[in-house]
């Protein structure tokens, strides 16, 4: 019998790990909506980040514990209790928004439009975005080329340089601070006690609860070719980096937030993080420190999008593995130059509603995949949750269309319904309740179910 030896790993070996999960989570939307968030929230930007924190730090944190804890590797492992063609539509839904119809073209032009835009003149930045997005994912298929690469590229390379930047910008803007937060104006709705629900539907936005569902098939297998084989071990691996990285990354939104309350001082409102950034570094660095924005919002675009094009290329070629793992990268950056090149304004206008669908399913997979070990991941229990999931959370999603679909008869049928039989729906919270009723139903269900095969035992002694 032969038996697998696991390398054993050194705390360098982990943090290499964990910075390649900081990497592949920290892309230039969360960079920007932090700040966003400060601004929005003034002085109650405390319980604000508190909120953004759940969605954007500790979902993500239980989507990889999710992946480590049932020994998954990917999200089709995630769903698949609820049988293989329903792990397989989610699947293709989760890596569609977060890869090329959404979040994968998003880095690319919040990285054009923030970074290298303000010194395009207006009548050019059509055909500017158009060879930026082209050669932005020339790099991006380069980098991941070699699954074997995409650890060093990342955990070894483009994140340590994104931290070193960061810090830099940290420090200059701490040590002379704009304004005081304490006296900082909050909008309508960040006043009162909206404040944190406000910050927890903000986190929807960096997509990282998906996304983590979706990379567990890049980091499984990153630490496999570290020298870890067995499946524990690997889960181990995982859920140690996964606390350490998310820690970083809610350290990070916290002094994000901060900066975006105290540039009130100088600055208002402004239309979304990436401008207010930009307003923050210029009033400190004038051109050079546009320039130096430039270079940190490429480097930390470019570290997600090589983890989202890796990862859609790896979970496609596992399902569909007639095409290979090559092949399915050049179609993904394929479409993410295709789709960003409509624009930043298009793509987060259409991807608010798909997320307010997607992310109430993806919170109670996580939930449920990680404390399946109490119902001996019962697929009665998934099934009910998610029955009573996904109605209301499709509610959710039409009232998040753009006006020609949520202001027509049948969106505002649909949202007159919402708002009188669903409690919390004025939150977009809809499914909360449901969801509950449900994971109440399935648990019900599965202990009646156990305790009558207990009798059934005992009656057969």
């Given at each position: 019998?032969?038996?697998?030896?696991?390398?054993?790993?050194?705390?360098?070996d982990?943090?290499?790990?964990?910075?390649?999960?900081?990497?592949?989570?920290?892309?230039?939307?969360?960079?920007?909506?932090?700040?966003?968030?400060?601004?929005?929230?003034?002085?109650?930007?405390l319980?604000?980040?508190?909120?953004?924190?759940v969605t954007?730090v500790?979902?993500?944190?239980?989507?990889?514990?999710?992946?480590?804890?049932?020994?998954?590797?990917?999200?089709?492992?995630?769903?698949?209790?609820?049988g293989?063609?329903?792990?397989?539509?989610?699947?293709?839904?989760?890596?569609?928004?977060?890869?090329?119809?959404?979040?994968?073209?998003?880095?690319?032009t919040?990285?054009?439009?923030?970074?290298?835009?303000?010194f395009?003149?207006?009548?050019?930045?059509?055909?500017?975005?158009?060879?930026?997005?082209?050669?932005?994912?020339?790099v991006?298929?380069?980098?991941?080329?070699?699954e074997?690469?995409?650890?060093?590229?990342?955990?070894?390379?483009?994140?340590?340089?994104?931290?070193?930047?960061?810090?830099?910008?940290?420090?200059?803007?701490?040590?002379?601070?704009?304004?005081?937060?304490?006296?900082?104006?909050?909008?309508?709705?960040?006043a009162?006690?909206?404040?944190?629900?406000?910050?927890?539907?903000?986190?929807?936005?960096?997509?990282?609860?998906?996304?983590?569902l979706?990379?567990?098939?890049?980091?499984?297998?990153?630490?496999?070719?570290?020298?870890?084989?067995?499946?524990?071990?690997?889960?181990?691996?995982t859920?140690?980096a996964g606390?350490?990285?998310?820690?970083?990354?809610?350290?990070?939104?916290?002094?994000?937030?901060?900066?975006?309350?105290?540039?009130?001082?100088?600055?208002?409102v402004?239309?979304?993080?990436g401008?207010?950034?930009s307003?923050?570094?210029?009033?400190?660095?004038?051109?050079?420190?546009?320039a130096?924005?430039?270079?940190?919002?490429?480097?930390?675009?470019?570290?997600?999008?090589?983890?989202?094009?890796?990862?859609?290329?790896?979970?496609?070629?596992?399902?569909?593995?007639?095409?290979?793992?090559?092949?399915?990268?050049?179609l993904?950056?394929?479409m993410?130059?295709?789709?960003a090149?409509?624009?930043?304004?298009?793509i987060?206008?259409?991807?608010?509603?798909?997320?307010?669908?997607?992310?109430?399913?993806?919170?109670?997979?996580?939930?449920?995949s990680?404390?399946?070990?109490?119902?001996?991941?019962?697929s009665?229990?998934?099934?009910?949750?998610?029955?009573?999931?996904?109605?209301?959370?499709f509610?959710?999603m039409?009232?998040?269309l753009?006006?020609?679909?949520?202001?027509?008869a049948?969106?505002?049928?649909?949202?007159?319904?919402?708002?009188?039989?669903?409690?919390?729906?004025?939150?977009?919270?809809?499914?909360?309740?449901?969801?509950?009723?449900?994971?109440?139903?399935?648990?019900?269900?599965?202990?009646?179910?156990?305790?009558?095969?207990?009798?059934?035992?005992?009656?057969?002694?």
């Open positions: 019998m032969v038996f697998m030896m696991d390398k054993k790993l050194t705390w360098r982990y943090l290499v790990v964990s910075s390649l999960l900081f990497g592949l989570f920290f892309g230039v939307g969360n960079l920007i909506f932090p700040v966003h968030l400060g601004q929005l929230a003034g002085h109650n930007w319980p604000a980040v508190l909120g953004f924190l954007g500790l979902l993500p944190l239980g989507s990889v514990l999710a992946i480590a804890m049932t020994r998954a590797e990917g999200v089709f492992d995630i769903g698949k209790p609820l293989k063609s329903f792990a397989l539509v989610f699947m293709v839904l989760i890596h569609a928004t977060i890869g090329p119809f959404f979040g994968t073209p998003r880095t690319a919040v990285s054009f439009s923030t970074g290298l835009a303000p395009v003149p207006e009548k050019f930045q059509t055909v500017t975005l158009f060879g930026f997005s082209a050669l932005f994912f020339l991006a298929f380069l980098l991941s080329y070699k074997s690469h995409i650890l060093k590229n990342i955990g070894k390379l483009l994140n340590p340089l994104f931290l070193l930047l960061l810090t830099l910008v940290f420090f200059v803007a701490f040590l002379n601070p704009l304004g005081a937060a304490a006296g900082a104006k909050a909008t309508a709705a960040y009162g006690n909206t404040s944190f629900v406000s910050g927890f539907l903000e986190g929807y936005n960096t997509m990282d609860a998906l996304a983590g979706a990379f567990g098939v890049t980091v499984v297998s990153a630490i496999r070719a570290m020298g870890v084989k067995r499946d524990g071990a690997v889960a181990l691996v859920a140690k606390v350490l990285s998310m820690s970083a990354v809610a350290l990070v939104y916290f002094l994000l937030t901060l900066l975006g309350v105290q540039s009130l001082g100088a600055f208002k402004s239309e979304n993080g401008v207010a950034l307003q923050v570094v210029t009033e400190y660095g004038g051109t050079f420190g546009q130096f924005l430039a270079t940190l919002i490429t480097v930390t675009s470019l570290t997600t999008a090589v983890g989202l094009v890796a990862a859609f290329a790896q979970d496609f070629h596992k399902h569909f593995p007639k095409v290979s793992y090559h092949a399915w990268l050049a993904s950056c394929l993410s130059f295709g789709a090149n409509f624009g930043l304004d298009t987060i206008t259409w991807s608010l509603p798909v997320l307010m669908f997607l992310y109430p399913l993806a919170m109670v997979l996580i939930v449920l990680v404390t399946s070990k109490l119902f001996k991941r019962d009665v229990v998934y099934f009910f949750t998610v029955l009573f999931t996904v109605v209301p959370a509610f959710d039409v009232a998040s753009p006006a020609v679909i949520s202001q027509s049948f969106g505002k049928a649909v949202v007159g319904f919402q708002n009188t039989y669903l409690p919390l729906a004025s939150y977009s919270l809809s499914w909360l309740v449901p969801a509950l009723v449900g994971l109440a139903l399935g648990l019900i269900l599965h202990f009646t179910k156990s305790l009558k095969a207990v009798s059934l035992t005992k009656e057969n002694e």
